[in-house]
């Protein structure tokens, strides 16, 4: 399905991000964090990056703790509060807004994809 489905999931992981940031626009101490979406998804499609692998159930997850999506950094504020909390309510809404039309566009992409491929399997009806 080419890359379009670990877009995907990348996309999926940022919007839990995102929506994590706006649902903490009012906590103290609260930082907002972000995912580097061109960063992951380079991440998981280089063939040559070598893997580690536990080797016993107490060792930590090599991933970055979110099941292979990369660690989620922290964003650097425009205008720290004096609460210490880091969210930018407007500038998560509109990368929220952002991500949500470029989810929509992998799916649209992903649908695309499988009815050319029914199509061909149909024998172009």
């Known amino acids: 399905m080419g890359i379009h489905d670990a877009a995907l999931q990348v996309r999926s992981r ?17 930082k907002a964090r972000d995912l580097d979406f061109r960063q992951v998804l380079k991440q998981q499609h280089q063939p040559d990056q070598l893997s580690m692998r536990r080797t016993h159930a107490a060792h930590l997850d090599a991933t970055g703790g979110a099941g292979g999506m990369g660690e989620a950094m922290y964003r650097v504020p425009n205008q720290p509060s004096l609460d210490g909390n ?13 991500n949500a039309v470029q ?3 992998s799916l649209d992409f992903l649908g695309d994809k499988f009815t050319g491929l029914r199509n061909a399997f149909r024998g172009g009806e």
């Open 103 to 105: 989810y929509q566009a």
């Open 86 to 98: 880091t969210v930018d309510p407007q500038l998560e809404q509109a990368a929220f807004a952002e």
């Open 14 to 30: 940022r919007m839990e991000l995102l929506a994590s940031n706006i649902a903490n626009a009012d906590t103290p101490n609260y």
